[in-house]
């Protein structure tokens, strides 16, 4: 089965410096992927997706997550955070059997200070 | 444009009663789903429904029930509910094509008392 993977349940950053998230995913073949963001008492809105028409993604609200196959991983970056950015944000993959269900991450919170 | 709704927001049970969580979604999507949050443990899947007239369990079914009452609507039952059903469910729907995404309502916080 799919699967992926959240390095890190909290991320800490200042405002505008760089947002790195992790995520790797574990697939024997060519996953298609997912960044989704949920503020406070809200549900997942989708950032962006990966379908295999170009390794660098690019989303909403400036992030962007880059496909590395050598490295079975799909990083969701942003050059400056603001504090806007403070969120949950999770990885999801799609199954490859009927591509009928999405498995998510545990999730990584983003804290950002001023 | 509202998208997938979900009724109530809120709601608290004592243990062993029953209720059903409501879902609709206008965006003419396939397939529905539910989902439970709890912390640390992201978003695990309770039922889906791949086409009307189909349900399937996923990753945490035991407790639950589900009815597709038609393409718009999805609707997810506890019977008995138990403390350890206490969480956040979240109902979403998709076309059911490789690329499609989720669409999420805004969540039903349940406490199980």
């Known amino acids: 089965a799919q699967s992926v993977t959240q390095l890190g349940s909290h991320v800490s950053v200042s405002e505008g410096a760089l947002v790195l998230l992790r995520c790797n995913y574990s697939?024997?073949?060519?996953?298609?992927l997912f960044w989704y963001v949920q503020y406070p008492n809200q549900g997942l809105q989708l950032l962006l997706k990966?379908?295999?028409?170009?390794?660098l993604v690019k989303g909403i609200n400036g992030f962007e997550a880059e496909f590395k196959k050598s490295e079975t991983s799909f990083h969701l970056t942003k050059p400056s955070a603001h504090m806007s950015d403070a969120a949950e944000y999770f990885c999801?993959?799609?199954?490859?059997?009927?591509?009928?269900?999405?498995?998510f991450g545990k999730g990584t919170m983003l804290l950002v200070s001023p | 444009n509202a998208g997938v709704t979900q009724t109530p927001k809120f709601q608290v049970l004592k243990t062993g009663q029953s209720m059903t969580l409501q879902c609709a979604q206008d965006?003419?999507?396939?397939?529905m789903y539910w989902y439970r949050q709890d912390p640390g443990m992201g978003l695990r899947l309770i039922y889906y429904?791949?086409?009307?007239?189909?349900?399937d369990k996923g990753e945490v079914p035991n407790g639950y029930n589900v009815s597709r009452l038609n393409k718009r609507e999805f609707s997810l039952r506890l019977e008995s509910a138990a403390p350890s059903q206490t969480s956040v469910y979240f109902c979403?729907?998709?076309?059911?094509?490789?690329?499609?995404?989720?669409?999420f309502g805004n969540g039903t916080r349940l406490t199980v008392t």
């Open positions: 979403a729907s998709r076309t059911p094509s490789y690329n499609s995404p989720l669409h």
């Open positions: 697939s024997s073949v060519p996953p298609y």
């Open positions: 990966y379908t295999s028409a170009a390794t």
């Open positions: 999801a993959v799609i199954s490859n059997s009927g591509y009928s269900t999405l498995t």
């Open positions: 965006m003419n999507h396939n397939s």
């Open positions: 429904s791949a086409s009307e007239g189909t349900t």
